[in-house]
C-alpha cells in the first residue's frame, strides 16, 4: 500500500485508499466492546459494577447487529443525495448504534427504530456515571473512522480461505517442495479444492476413470458438506485478527543498485522551469466560490479524496510550526523527503487521538456551551498554496484545535504538564497557557490566518479532564514569523519538488 502511494501508477490525481475488511472491521469493534465487559475498572480506574458489565456482554450482538443494519440501508437507498452526504448519515447512524442498544432513541431515524418500547429502560445515564460510556465511544469512533469501507462492504474471505486450503496441501514452510511440478502441482490441488470443495473427489474420478465414484467415497463427500452447512450455521463470530510484523519500504529501485538519482528539471531550461512554475500557480488558484465549496466538501477531511488531492498540492497547518523554526543553515531536503515520500500512516498515538477526539469535542461544548461544527480544508484567500483543517468551528468568528496527548492519558492535563508529559504548555494562574515558541502556535496561528477567525480554543483532553486556552488571532505574529519564510519554502523548495514528481511520473 504504501510503495503505491508513493509510486503513482494512476496519476498525481488519483488518491489510493486502502479499504478495510468489513469482517475485520466489525470483529475488532465487537472484541474491543467483549474487553470492556470483562474488566472490572475502566480506563479512568473506577470500579464498574457487574450488572452493566453483563448488559454490555448480553448486548454484542445487537450493537453489530445495529451496525450492519445502517449500512444495508444506506447502501441500498435510493436517493438524489451525494456521496459524500449519504457517507455523513451513515456515519451519524453507526455512532448512535450505542445509544440506541441501551435504550436512548433520541437520534434514531425513523427506519432504524419506532422509539422507546413498552418496558424498556434508558441505561445509558447509568453507563455515562460508571464511565462504561465512555469506554463504549472508544471503540465506536475507532470504527466510525473507517465508514467509507464499511460503505463498500468488501472482504477478504475469498483469498484468506485459498490461503487456508494452500496451507494444508504444500504442508505450510515444513516440507521441501522444490522439486519439479511439486509445488506447482499441490496449488492447483489448493485452486481445485476451493472452487469445488469436496467434490473434487468425485469429479476427478469421473475425468480419470469416467465413472462415478464409490458408496464410501460420496459419503466422505456428503459428510464434509454437512459439516460445511454446519460450522456456517454456527459461526457468528470470528476470532481475534493477529498482528504482523511491518516491512520497510523503499522507494524506486535498491540503494546498492548504481546511480538511481535523476532530476528531469535538470533536462529543462531555465525558462522552461519558470513556465511550469507559473502554469502550477494558475492551476492552483481558487475563486472564493470555490473555496467555500471545498471547505464544504472536505467536512470528512482525511476520508475524502478531494481532501487528498488539494492538500498535497499546498503547505498545510500542522507542518507550518517545524518550517518557520527552521535556521537558515539547515538542509530542506530531509523535511521535503518527509513530505512527498513519507510512508506514516499512523502508530498507537494517532489511534488514541482518533478514539478520543469525538468524546473531547462533547465535553469541550459542554464547557463553554456552545457546538462545535465539522470543518473542511480552508485554502488562504491570498496566498493559495497555503491551507488549513481545524478540528471544528464555534460560531462565524473562532476555531478549535483539540489534543489528546496518550503520554498524558493516566494524569489530569495539569498534572500532565508539571510532570513534563506535556510540554507545549504551561499552568499560568491555574489557567492552560500555550508555549509561544511550540510548534502548535504555529499552527493555531496559521488556522486563524487562513480561515479568517478570531479566536481558536486550543484544548488539552485527557480521560481525566480538560483545559482549554482562548487563543487571538496576531497579525503582527504572522507577519514577522510565519508569512515570508512559507512564502520562501514553497517558492524554493517544494514547488520544484512538485514539479519533479510530475515529471517523473509523466516519463
Not at 191 to 219: D, E
Request: positive net charge; glycine residues 6%; charged residues 30%.
Amino acid at each position: 500500500m504504501k510503495r503505491l502511494r508513493l509510486e503513482k501508477p494512476y496519476g498525481t490525481n488519483v488518491v489510493i485508499k486502502k479499504v478495510e475488511c468489513t469482517n475485520h472491521l466489525l470483529r475488532n469493534y465487537i472484541n474491543r466492546l467483549r474487553d470492556i465487559s470483562g474488566k472490572r475498572k475502566n480506563d479512568k480506574g473506577d470500579v464498574i459494577p457487574g450488572c452493566y458489565r453483563k448488559v454490555v456482554h448480553d448486548r454484542l450482538l445487537r450493537l453489530r447487529y445495529a451496525v450492519t443494519e445502517a449500512i444495508k440501508y444506506r447502501r441500498l437507498e435510493q436517493t438524489d443525495r451525494t456521496y459524500e452526504a449519504t457517507l455523513t448519515l451513515l456515519k451519524a447512524d453507526i455512532t448512535n448504534g450505542p445509544s440506541h442498544v441501551f435504550g436512548d432513541h433520541t437520534k434514531c431515524q425513523s427506519y432504524f427504530c419506532e422509539g422507546q418500547k413498552k418496558g424498556e429502560e434508558n441505561i445509558v445515564p447509568d453507563l455515562k456515571i460508571f464511565g462504561v460510556w465512555d469506554d463504549i465511544c472508544r471503540a465506536r469512533n475507532l470504527l466510525t473512522y473507517h465508514t467509507e469501507s464499511l460503505m463498500y462492504g468488501y472482504n477478504n474471505n475469498s483469498a484468506e480461505l485459498y490461503n487456508s486450503i494452500l496451507t494444508k496441501y504444500v504442508g505450510g514452510k515444513r516440507v521441501h517442495f522444490s522439486l519439479k511440478g511439486s509445488y506447482q502441482l499441490r496449488c492447483s490441488a489448493a485452486v481445485t479444492a476451493y472452487n469445488s470443495g469436496p467434490n473434487r473427489l468425485s469429479l476427478f474420478n469421473k475425468h480419470v476413470t469416467n465413472k462415478s465414484p464409490g458408496r464410501f467415497t460420496k459419503m466422505y463427500i456428503k459428510r464434509h458438506i454437512v459439516r460445511a452447512e454446519t460450522r456456517k450455521r454456527r459461526r457468528c463470530l470470528f476470532s481475534g485478527p493477529k498482528n504482523r510484523k511491518k516491512c520497510t519500504t523503499i522507494r524506486g529501485p535498491d540503494e546498492n543498485y548504481g546511480n538511481v538519482s535523476h532530476d528531469p528539471l535538470s533536462e529543462l531550461t531555465d525558462v522552461e522551469i519558470q513556465q511550469l512554475k507559473n502554469k502550477f500557480m494558475e492551476n492552483l488558484k481558487l475563486t472564493e466560490k470555490q473555496i467555500i465549496d471545498l471547505e464544504m466538501n472536505t467536512k470528512r477531511q482525511h476520508q475524502c479524496d478531494e481532501w487528498h488531492l488539494e492538500r498535497k498540492k499546498r503547505l498545510t497547518a500542522s507542518v507550518f510550526g517545524k518550517l518557520c523554526k527552521m535556521r537558515q543553515t539547515t538542509s530542506r531536503e530531509k523535511v521535503i523527503k518527509e513530505m512527498f515520500y513519507g510512508t506514516f500512516s499512523g502508530n498507537a498515538a494517532t489511534r488514541y487521538g482518533i478514539a478520543h477526539e469525538d468524546m473531547a469535542k462533547e465535553e469541550l461544548e459542554k464547557i463553554i456551551g456552545k457546538k462545535i461544527e465539522s470543518a473542511g480544508l480552508f485554502v488562504d484567500a491570498n496566498l493559495q498554496f497555503l491551507a488549513a483543517s481545524p478540528d471544528g468551528l464555534i460560531d462565524n468568528d473562532s476555531l478549535v484545535e483539540i489534543k489528546c496527548p496518550a503520554s498524558a492519558k493516566s494524569f489530569t492535563p495539569e498534572e500532565g504538564i508539571l510532570m513534563k508529559k506535556i510540554k507545549s504548555c504551561t499552568i499560568e494562574n491555574g489557567q492552560l497557557h500555550l508555549k509561544r515558541n511550540d510548534s502548535y502556535f504555529y499552527q493555531v496561528q496559521g488556522q486563524l490566518h487562513i480561515t479568517r477567525k478570531m479566536f481558536c480554543y486550543f484544548c488539552i483532553w485527557t480521560p481525566k479532564g480538560l483545559m482549554y486556552e482562548k487563543i487571538e488571532k496576531d497579525d503582527d505574529f504572522w507577519d514577522k514569523n510565519m508569512k515570508s519564510q512559507l512564502t520562501t519554502f514553497f517558492t524554493e523548495y517544494f514547488l520544484s519538488e512538485v514539479l519533479k514528481d510530475s515529471l517523473i511520473l509523466n516519463e
